[in-house]
């Protein structure tokens, strides 16, 4: 049952010397009191926690649902190393947001296009849609509405918050509806995907097929897990260790190109590496000469590793992926 939480307010200093007395060796005292300030004690205790030492098998349940450690810190780690799993995430999050960037803009291009041939204002009309898909019921907020009526809502929110943009007061000015090309570049990359999965089967399939997919609704769920790591980063949260809670949805080894084959096997979906995996192939299907997979590969590698601690048993790399062609020549 839940208790009141007691737990005081701490100085800097004070933050320091807990971390002290519970095992962690601190060398240069500023530079932690920097890091300290700048990241914060909740945050950094994140990285603190996998350095922590495992409970006893029959304490795990009555400790959390959740947290299987002790408050001990395993003895000969130092704050550096702390340090360094930090940074090690940090520039992580920075590479995710660069390469969804190259997948939101080429999904914009791509739905702006293809539904827009459709019809330029097939955003609007579920007729230009897949019907079944539009009529969907959802409740959110105590509204119970369809799919297409809790998207189109969102986007007259976004136009609403995007007002002052000249772009948006110009074409708005002028004329009472936006085309689809447009309309893309209100939209957030979750109602981007939202508005991919309202999109008529055909039109999904020839969009996946840009991608180098066959299939429309697997590039969807592809695209559901991609905002989600996509927020993750954003939001400047914990990743190299996450359980996503978007998995990549499996797929026949028919259905992509010979460089996500080892996808297809036992690689776990719910660690960061099948949506790392996914991200570069979906960008390397819009950039020539994709560059990221090699970036994403050079940064692995100097992942701080330590006797507990791998991008393997953490981040559910499999065994010899720095050798697969998705990373080293490019996603063909």
Known sequence: MPV???????????QLKLLRSRGLEVNDEAAALRLLKSVGYYRLSAYVYPFRELLPMDERAVASPAHYRSESITAGTTFEQVDRLWAFDRRLRLLVLDVIETVEIGLRTKVAYVLGARDPFGHLRVGSLDAAACGEPVRRDG?????????????RQAIRDAGREDFLRHNLHKYDELPVWIAVEVLTFGSLVRLFNLMRPED?????GEFGVKGGGLVGGWLEAI???RNVAAHHARLWNRSMTYKIRRFNRHQVGPVLDHLAGAVPTDKVYSSLAIAAYLSSAV??????????LTHVRAFPATASLSPTDSMG??????HERLWTGGAS
Do not use: C, G, M
């Open 287 to 296: 950039v020539q000469d994709n560059s990221w997979p090699r970036s994403l």
């Open 317 to 322: 790399f499999p065994v010899n992926w720095e």
């Open 4 to 14: 009141a939480y007691t737990k005081p307010h701490l100085p800097y200093q004070e």
């Open 143 to 155: 509204r119970r509405e369809t799919r297409h009526q809790a998207w189109s809502r969102n986007y």
């Open 227 to 229: 905002n989600y790591l």
């Open 204 to 208: 999904r399939t020839v969009i996946a």
